[in-house]
């Protein structure tokens, strides 16, 4: 399963009005110059050292909002909305004309614990998004999960950037389920067999004051493996 777009759909009308302060602040030019043609920007909301301009991926650090973030209360709310430990967030713009050429990101399949989602906030029937060969168009306010550690490649041949909000997510029960209930096999790693007998208590107490069905059904999965 390649890819898997989900049935929420998020406010573009919102997300376009705070995306209009951010579009205010520098955005630098990504770093892999090698990977793209044309003009390819990024704008952090969660990084490692809690800074605008950083996008690097980094292991073992404790991420950080960022002061764009703070002009993105929805988005805000999006992120939270995910109950799951979120890495690295930004924002990537696509100028008209511009390609990120066929490439593979390693570590960023479910599998391996990591998951990346892209919410497209302004696109344009001419940006085309591939992987393994199969051509997809991702409309504004949609949310995609995509096995990056395929190969994939975007290109805008429109008149307008093409702006995204990525989130890079870790893997728990609690994502376990949702990406179950679209048909995913998550058979071949559950988190859930690795968790030690205080980390389960510490998820039990915290999925404990959500409240809802998905996290009493993820409580009695983390309990039957106790």
């Not at 043609?37 to 073992?60: K, V, Y």
């Not at 960022?66 to 799951?84: F, G, N, Q, R, S």
């Not at 995204?164 to 096999?185: E, P, Q, S």
Request: net charge negative; proline share 3%.
């Amino acid at each position: 399963m390649n890819y898997i777009r989900f049935s929420d759909t998020y406010n573009v009308q919102r997300l376009t009005k705070e995306l209009e302060q951010v579009l205010q602040q520098d955005w630098p030019l990504h770093f892999n110059t090698k990977d793209f043609n044309g003009d390819w920007r990024s704008i952090s909301l969660r990084s490692a050292t809690g800074q605008n301009h950083d996008i690097r991926a980094q292991e073992n650090v404790g991420y950080k909002d960022t002061p764009a973030l703070e002009m993105m209360p929805y988005v805000k709310e999006i992120l939270d909305a995910w109950h799951c430990e979120k890495e690295a967030v930004r924002l990537l713009s696509l100028a008209s004309g511009s390609e990120i050429k066929p490439h593979r990101d390693m570590g960023c399949g479910y599998s391996d614990n990591n998951f990346r989602i892209h919410i497209p906030i302004i696109t344009n029937p001419d940006v085309y998004f591939t992987i393994e060969d199969e051509t997809l168009h991702l409309q504004a306010g949609e949310c995609w999960y995509m096995d990056f550690s395929l190969t994939h490649s975007i290109v805008n041949r429109g008149n307008t950037a093409r702006i995204h909000l990525i989130m890079d997510c870790v893997r728990n029960a609690w994502t376990d389920k949702l990406f179950a209930d679209y048909g995913f096999d998550i058979s071949e790693k559950d988190p859930m067999q690795q968790y030690d007998a205080a980390t389960k208590a510490k998820m039990i107490e915290e999925l404990e004051k959500l409240d809802t069905e998905t996290a009493r059904n993820i409580i009695a999965s983390l309990k039957a493996t106790s």
